[in-house]
């Protein structure tokens, strides 16, 4: 099925541990975007890509840096995890930036950090 | 700044029982308004998008209205059945901005 693809769905890493979050879709959409939630704080903006070439930050973009790879593709990478980035991580992708487009999500990637 | 609450945080209903969930928020300055369904360990899953010139949107036995003047969306959910227990979430697409402003949900349990 069409959709939003994220891998792994689950992560354990050490404090100081790098890794990367991968995101693909296959809808042909121009713009991706990498949120987390966490419990009670509802799901927060980390980077969005507007278009294939372009990245920028969104509400919480300390301790991540992100790749759009090719329109496919768009990853989130943890240079130095603390254990303040334990949370659950989605991805999503929209046809266009503009607003009247909804979002699709994949399932999300669980990271713990220790 | 936006800020979009959802309350009740939970809710119980047992089977069958028509429910409405809640959504407010603050700056009535909004392009649309999305619902989506949670399911435990799970992705969300768009249920509706509401555009800022629509009042509502129907999906089978979902209703999603929209008041902007008063800053208040509901998901009317007829008929619930247990298949429908999970948290739904409403976000909010503000004027001037880039992005969807998330509630933190309301979770719905319906016992068979």
């Known amino acids: 099925n069409a959709g939003v693809t994220q891998t792994p769905k689950f992560q354990v890493l050490k404090t100081g541990q790098s890794m990367t979050l991968q995101c693909a879709q296959d809808?042909?959409?121009?713009?991706m975007y990498w949120y987390r939630q966490d419990p009670g704080m509802g799901l927060r903006l980390i980077y969005y890509?507007?278009?294939?070439?372009?990245?920028d930050k969104g509400e919480v973009p300390n301790g991540y840096n992100v790749s759009r790879l090719n329109k496919r593709e768009f990853s989130l990478r943890l240079e130095s995890a603390a254990p303040s980035q334990t949370s659950v991580y989605f991805c999503?992708?929209?046809?266009?930036?503009?607003?009247?487009?909804?979002?699709?999500f994949g399932s999300g990637t669980r990271l713990t950090v220790v | 700044k936006q800020e979009v609450t959802q309350i009740p945080a939970a809710l119980s209903v047992p089977e069958g029982e028509n429910l409405v969930l809640n959504c407010s928020f603050t700056?009535?300055?909004?392009?649309?308004l999305q619902w989506f369904r949670q399911d435990p360990g799970k992705g969300l899953t768009s249920l509706l998008l509401?555009?800022?010139?629509?009042r509502e949107q129907t999906s089978g036995r979902l209703n999603a209205s929209l008041d902007k003047s008063s800053g208040r969306s509901t998901l009317y959910i007829a008929a619930s059945q247990p298949g429908d227990s999970a948290t739904y979430l409403c976000?909010?697409?503000?004027?001037?901005?880039?992005?969807?402003?998330f509630g933190t949900g309301t979770r719905l349990k319906v016992l068979a």
């Open positions: 999503a992708s929209s046809e266009g930036f503009e607003p009247y487009y909804g979002y699709t």
């Open positions: 809808m042909n959409h121009n713009s």
């Open positions: 890509s507007a278009s294939e070439g372009t990245t």
């Open positions: 700056d009535s300055a909004i392009y649309n």
């Open positions: 509401i555009q800022s010139s629509q």
């Open positions: 976000a909010v697409y503000t004027s001037g901005t880039y992005k969807y402003i």
